[in-house]
């Protein structure tokens, strides 16, 4: 693989990095090859926001199962932060970013699903859409529908998704009809605002937790039957007082260390716990026989990236969440946009909690 080396823009020092796509590896670049430059964020260590650096690299064109992307704009995660911080350990150095919309340029052989020119998004490994152009596997690449705008497409598709699975395949014992209570925490985030109307759609009676009042107020616009303020009211209690006692088929949580114990006294035997995200931190190590003694409780630790492990899958999934967007009956809202080199000031928000609904970096 030919390195290059990348410029320093607004911030960070000069480094090299490889150029991307397959046919890097080909002597004769110049033949075989288009080189083009981006922007990117990349991190050279783990670390605060402030490993957060721009540089500029050189993208080349896409080899066999690849498509070279331009970004349109560029959605922001949480999974972002935990793969800059360390939480989940990755190689270096790492351009980040999970999903993306944008236009297709090129496809590499085998590609079929995609034509250059075509409208597109993505929430796909590996980390890398934090950039103005990019070469990446194209089993993930969705085509995105006319109606849907890139921005909309840039914000939805890692938190869509997530929604998709958790509500729609990552079900307690016997199913959910309509009527069932459900308990998700962060409800007015982004992935919490999308999932807060489809269960409206879905019949269900979805639970919102939050920690301002302006915030459960915002569930509550979106579709959650009820809202909980957890930082002035016990959760646990008002639960119970919601489900009559009964407590909830299922909670859908990604807060972590801060609502895990409780979330477990929250639901009806046989109940599910179901942990997507560590916002406050990862979970402590509990004995099982605990879920005994609550009542046979079930608990998963869910990802995404195992539900889009398939071409098949991933359209599968992308083609219900287009079809809620594009019906009206969930709403992407896109709270807060900041600049490509304003990533820093992206992440401290993010986690300060200062944000609701999605964030994209524009372009």
Not at 135 to 164: H, N, Y
Not at 325 to 330: C, E, L, M, T, Y
Request: proline share 5%; charged share 20%; with cysteine.
């Amino acid at each position: 693989m030919l390195a290059n080396v990348t410029k320093k823009l607004h911030f960070g020092r000069k480094t090299s990095n490889p150029v991307h796509g397959n046919m890097a590896k080909h002597f004769n670049l110049e033949k075989f090859m288009t080189l083009q430059t981006s922007r990117a964020i990349r991190i050279d260590q783990h670390g605060g926001p402030e490993q957060l650096k721009l540089v500029e690299v050189s993208v080349g064109d896409p080899g066999a199962g690849e498509v070279r992307i331009r970004h349109h704009a560029v959605g922001l995660n949480f999974i972002d932060v935990y793969q800059r911080s360390g939480l989940y350990p990755m190689a270096m150095p790492l351009q980040l970013g999970m999903e993306a919309a944008g236009v297709i340029e090129a496809v590499g052989a085998g590609v079929t699903h995609l034509q250059p020119g075509d409208r597109a998004a993505y929430a796909s490994q590996p980390p890398g859409s934090y950039c103005d152009v990019r070469v990446m596997p194209a089993k993930s690449v969705c085509k995105l529908p006319d109606a849907i705008s890139f921005e909309t497409g840039a914000a939805m598709m890692l938190k869509g998704l997530t929604a998709q699975y958790l509500l729609k395949r990552t079900q307690p014992q016997g199913g959910l009809q309509p009527g069932d209570f459900v308990l998700f925490h962060a409800a007015a985030g982004g992935v919490g605002l999308i999932a807060c109307q489809w269960a409206k759609a879905m019949g269900l009676q979805l639970i919102g937790t939050a920690g301002s009042d302006a915030k459960c107020a915002l569930a509550l616009a979106n579709g959650a039957a009820f809202a909980i303020n957890y930082s002035t009211e016990d959760f646990l209690a008002r639960v119970k007082d919601i489900t009559a006692g009964r407590g909830v088929k299922v909670v859908y949580d990604s807060v972590g260390k801060d609502t895990w114990d409780k979330s477990l006294d929250c639901l009806q035997p046989f109940g599910l716990m179901a942990s997507f995200g560590n916002a406050s931190g990862p979970v402590p190590p509990f004995a099982p026989g605990i879920l005994g003694a609550k009542g046979s409780l079930y608990v998963t630790r869910q990802t995404l990236f195992t539900h889009i492990a398939t071409r098949e899958s991933t359209q599968a999934m992308a083609d219900d969440l287009f079809a809620v967007v594009s019906s009206g009956q969930v709403n992407i809202h896109i709270d807060q946009r900041f600049p490509l080199e304003e990533v820093q000031q992206a992440h401290r928000d993010l986690e300060a909690r200062k944000t609701t609904g999605c964030t994209v970096l524009t372009l």
